[in-house]
C-alpha cells in the first residue's frame, strides 16, 4: 500500500496535465482574461497603423465614404485603397437604365473603365489577416492564456474581422462582376475582360497576402465566376481556344477546392481541446491525445478506487492482524499475480480499446456518455471480492463465511446473461443519433456499472448475515480482500504512471501541433502545397491576359 501511495508523486504532474485537460473540455466562466487581452490588442493596434487603417478603410467603405487618402497615408503600399474607391462608381453606373443614362453618366462609366485598366500595374491590395491574428495571438499569451485556447482566441478575432471585410469585397467583386456583364453586351469587350481580370487580380492579391480559409474561399467563389465571363466572351475579346480551356481548368479546380473544404470534417468530430465545436486543427494528433486522455483518466479513477477500498477494508484487517489470523495466496504464491490480473485486466481492456479502439470522440466527450464512462468504475470491489474468493486461503473458521461455489458462478452467469443481452440489443438507427459502437459502449458501461452495484450490495449482504450465523468476525475475510486490493493498487498503480506520461506526451505533441495547423489551417487541411495545386492555372492565365491588353501594359 505504501509503495502505490508513493508512486503517486512522480504522477502529480502528469494528473495537473488531466485536470488542464479536462478544464479545456469543459469551459468555466472567462475571469477576466479576455478583458485584458482585448486590451493588450489595442495597446499592439497602436504600433500597427497599418491594420487600421485598412480596418478603417472598409468600415467606411461599408457606409458609402470614398475619400480616405489619409488612411492611405498610413498605408502607402497597399493597392486595396484603389480598389475601394471604384464603390461609389459602380453603384451610380449600375443605376438606371441605359435609355436614361446622360452624357454624364456616359463619362463616369469611361472613367470607371479607365481606372479598372489602370488596376493591372497598381500596387497590390492587402488585408494583413495574418498580422492581425499574430498580434491576437501575443496578446493573449501575455495575459497568460494557454497555447491551444490562445489560439483559437486569436482565430476569433480574424472571424470578427472577417465581418468586416468579406460584406465590402463581396459587394465590390458582385459590382465589377455586374460591369463587366453590361460591357460585354454592349460590344466593350476589352474593358469586359479587364474588368472580370481585376476581380481576379484583386483575389488573387488577397490569397498571397492573406492565406486565410475565409479569404481563400471568397477568392474560390469569385475567380471562377470572372473565369466563365471571359470565357463566355471568348470569341468577341479574341481569346484563342488554348486560353478558354485554361480559363474552365482554373474554375474546376478552384470549385473543387470549395468541394473538398465544405466535406472536410463531415464525420463526428470537433474540436474537444479546447471545446469549441469546431472542426480540430491537427485532426491526428488531436484524436490521439483524446484517447490517451480516456485512457489516463480510467488509468487514474482505478488507482483512486482501489486506494478507497484499501481504506475503507484497512480498519477491519486490523483486527484480524491484532488476533494472529494470517492470511495465504493459494498456488504457492501464485495466486497474487492470478489476483492481481484479475482485478487489473478490465482496466488494461478500457485503456487497449481507447488507444486502439475506432470509437467516435465527439460523442463520448458529451454529458449523455459520462454515465457510460464512469459507471464502470463500480466493477472494481466486485472484482476484488472474486479475486480474493478464488487466490486467498482463509482460516478454517472463516472460510465457513464464504458464499458457496455455486452461489458465486450463478450471480456470474445470470450477470453475463445480462451484458450479453445488452451488447446484442439493436441500437437505434436514427442519422441523428451517435454511431452504433458509442451507443454500445453508453449501454454497457451503464449495465456494467448497475450489475456492479447489485452484485456488491447481494455479496454484502449475504456475507454479513452469513457471519452473524456463524459468529465470525469480519476482519479474516476484510484481510484477504485487502491483501487482493493492495497488490492491485500497486499494479494499477504502475498502470496509471505508464498511462499518464503517454497522455503528457500526446498532450505536448498535440498542442505544437494545434499551435501550428491553427496558424496555417489551409496547409492543415488541405496539404502544404495547396496554393500551387489549386491556384497555379489562374496565376498563369491572369499573367496571359496582362500580356495581352497593351492598354494595360502603358499604365
Not at 492564456?145 to 482566441?153: C, G, H, I, N
Not at 479546380?253 to 468530430?269: K, P, S
Not at 505536448?508 to 492555372?537: C, I, M, Q, T
Request: overall charge positive; proline content about 6%.
Amino acid at each position: 500500500m505504501a509503495v502505490a501511495l508513493l508512486m503517486a508523486v512522480p504522477a502529480i504532474p502528469s494528473i495537473q496535465q488531466l485536470i488542464a485537460q479536462v478544464k479545456l473540455v469543459v469551459r468555466g466562466r472567462d475571469n477576466g482574461t479576455a478583458r485584458q487581452a482585448h486590451r493588450a490588442l489595442q495597446n499592439a493596434l497602436r504600433r500597427e497603423p497599418r491594420l487600421v487603417a485598412v480596418d478603417m478603410a472598409l468600415r467606411a467603405t461599408a457606409q458609402g465614404e470614398s475619400e480616405f487618402a489619409h488612411l492611405e497615408e498610413l498605408d502607402p503600399d497597399n493597392g486595396l485603397y484603389a480598389y475601394l474607391r471604384l464603390m461609389p462608381d459602380l453603384e451610380r453606373t449600375a443605376s438606371g437604365s441605359p435609355e436614361d443614362r446622360s452624357m454624364a453618366d456616359a463619362q463616369l462609366d469611361a472613367q470607371l473603365a479607365a481606372r479598372i485598366r489602370n488596376l493591372a500595374t497598381g500596387r497590390p491590395a492587402r488585408l494583413y489577416v495574418g498580422q492581425w491574428r499574430a498580434l491576437a495571438m501575443e496578446a493573449h499569451l501575455a495575459v497568460r492564456v494557454p497555447d491551444r485556447l490562445a489560439a483559437y482566441e486569436a482565430d476569433g478575432v480574424v472571424r470578427s474581422y472577417g465581418l468586416v471585410y468579406r460584406p465590402v469585397l463581396r459587394e465590390l467583386a458582385d459590382g465589377m462582376l455586374a460591369r463587366a456583364k453590361a460591357w460585354r453586351e454592349a460590344g466593350r469587350s476589352a474593358d469586359a475582360v479587364r474588368a472580370n481580370a481585376a476581380v481576379i487580380r484583386l483575389m488573387m492579391n488577397l490569397v498571397d497576402d492573406s492565406p486565410w480559409p475565409e479569404v481563400v474561399l471568397l477568392a474560390a467563389e469569385y475567380i471562377p465566376a470572372a473565369l466563365r465571363a471571359i470565357t463566355d466572351g471568348a470569341g468577341a475579346a479574341g481569346l484563342p481556344p488554348e486560353v478558354v480551356e485554361q480559363n474552365l481548368a482554373a474554375a474546376a479546380r478552384l470549385e473543387a477546392l470549395r468541394a473538398a473544404w465544405q466535406t472536410y470534417g463531415v464525420d463526428e468530430i470537433t474540436n474537444l481541446l479546447p471545446h469549441t465545436g469546431d472542426v480540430p486543427p491537427a485532426r491526428e494528433a488531436h484524436d490521439r491525445v483524446l484517447r490517451s486522455m480516456l485512457a489516463a483518466g480510467y488509468g487514474a479513477g482505478a488507482w483512486l478506487a482501489l486506494a478507497v477500498i484499501c481504506m475503507v477494508l484497512l480498519p477491519f484487517a486490523r483486527v484480524a492482524w491484532y488476533s494472529g489470523i494470517v492470511v495465504r495466496w493459494l498456488w504457492g504464491g501464485w495466486g497474487r499475480l492470478v489476483a492481481v490480473g484479475i482485478v487489473i485486466a478490465p482496466l488494461l481492456l478500457a485503456i487497449v480499446i481507447f488507444l486502439g479502439g475506432n470509437l467516435s470522440l465527439a460523442w463520448l466527450f458529451s454529458l449523455p456518455s459520462v454515465r457510460g464512462l464512469v459507471m464502470p468504475v463500480l466493477l472494481t470491489p466486485v472484482l476484488v471480492g472474486v479475486a480474493a474468493w478464488l487466490c486467498v486461503e482463509l482460516p478454517a473458521g472463516a472460510a465457513a463465511a464464504r458464499l458457496s461455489r455455486r452461489t458465486v458462478w450463478f450471480m456470474a452467469g445470470a450477470a453475463l446473461v445480462v451484458l450479453v443481452g445488452a451488447a446484442i440489443f439493436p441500437t437505434l438507427p436514427e442519422a441523428w443519433r451517435p454511431s452504433p459502437g458509442v451507443q454500445l459502449f453508453r449501454r454497457l458501461g451503464v449495465v456494467v456499472g448497475v450489475e456492479s452495484l447489485a452484485l456488491m450490495l447481494i455479496w454484502m449482504t449475504w456475507g454479513l448475515i452469513r457471519r452473524r450465523r456463524l459468529k465470525i468476525a469480519p476482519g479474516p475475510t476484510a484481510a484477504g480482500c485487502l491483501a487482493v486490493a493492495a497488490w492491485a493498487w500497486m499494479a494499477a498503480a504502475v498502470v496509471a504512471l505508464a498511462v499518464s506520461q503517454l497522455n503528457s506526451w500526446n498532450d505536448a505533441r498535440h498542442e505544437k501541433a494545434f499551435v501550428a495547423a491553427s496558424a496555417d489551417p489551409l496547409a492543415d487541411r488541405l496539404g502544404p502545397d495547396w496554393r500551387n495545386a489549386y491556384f497555379r492555372e489562374t496565376e498563369a492565365l491572369l499573367g496571359h491576359l496582362d500580356k495581352r491588353d497593351p492598354m494595360a501594359n502603358l499604365h
